[in-house]
């Protein structure tokens, strides 16, 4: 084979991947600039003319619920989840990884096990718990858990990036009168950078995302993130509304994407220095 033609073949393979992959998106965008009688009966990708009026019936929002408001709250959640399983997941690790206490073997397979179990099981035994707290209807359901340390995935991943760490700096730390609290706040946690940032990212995608627990806990419409909007807006009238519908989609898609690509550097740094690697 010709020596350029072999050079070409894997970069075409690899652009027509990335076209696949992107298809969806591109379909959502220009689905999004359709009129509505096109979004349904219309097999053309791009529409026969732009209808900005969808973006502005979604920037209007649901309920009387502005769009800004929505992704407000979406924030709020998905934050408090970031910044609670970054400080919950971490300790639990740092006690698996460094600490040494009785029972430390069982508890930490029992941990990885849970792994297995389906949300759903959990589901009903959780909201009851939260209902008898009067946490219905509010935030803490979905930010509460988080700081409770209860993704063993994350629990995991730290866990083998900080085994992985010398222990002869923390050593020095004990020698220099530090507890282990103060050894892992001021030596473990700065050095585990990558696996935080990488729990950190996934955690805000994967909150960011999440509608089955938010339509499980979230009655009032001024409390409806980003993603229960979409649900509202089909259902809050007797026919589906689909232009504005993928625009809001459009909307809502569009922090994870700028989320990802300032952070990409350190999601892949992390999922190479961490347990995610191969």
């Not at 769009?67 to 934050?79: E, W, Y």
């Not at 803490?140 to 010398?166: C, E, G, Y």
């Not at 955690?203 to 938010?214: E, G, L, P, R, Y």
């Not at 909007?229 to 994870?256: E, K």
């Amino acid at each position: 084979m010709n020596p350029a033609v072999k050079r070409w073949v894997p970069h075409t393979i690899a652009l027509v991947c990335l076209l696949v992959l992107l298809y969806p998106l591109l379909w959502l965008l220009a689905t999004s600039l359709k009129p509505a009688d096109e979004v349904v009966t219309s097999l053309h990708l791009w529409p026969s003319h732009l209808d900005w009026s969808n973006y502005t019936t979604a920037l209007d929002g649901v309920s009387g619920v502005s769009v800004t408001r929505l992704l407000g709250n979406t924030l709020l959640i998905a934050g408090g989840a970031v910044v609670g399983n970054v400080l919950s997941c971490s300790l639990a690790a740092y006690a698996f990884a460094r600490l040494r206490f009785r029972m430390r073997g069982p508890m930490f397979t029992f941990m990885v096990a849970t792994l297995m179990l389906p949300q759903h099981v959990i589901l009903i035994p959780q909201y009851i718990i939260f209902n008898r707290l009067g946490m219905v209807d509010t935030y803490w359901p979905l930010i509460l858990p988080k700081f409770l340390a209860t993704d063993a995935f994350f629990v995991f991943l730290i866990v083998q990036f900080m085994r992985n760490l010398p222990r002869e700096l923390e050593e020095s730390a004990r020698i220099d009168g530090c507890g282990a609290f103060r050894t892992y706040w001021a030596i473990t946690l700065p050095l585990s950078r990558p696996a935080l940032i990488t729990t950190a990212i996934f955690t805000f995608i994967w909150t960011w995302n999440d509608f089955f627990t938010q339509l499980i806990y979230l009655f009032a419409p001024e409390k409806f993130t980003i993603t229960l909007a979409l649900r509202s807006f089909v259902d809050q009238s007797s026919t589906s509304a689909y232009g504005p519908m993928f625009a809001m989609s459009v909307i809502s898609v569009l922090p994870i994407v700028l989320f990802f690509f300032v952070f990409q550097r350190y999601l892949v740094q992390g999922m190479a220095t961490s347990g995610l690697k191969g």
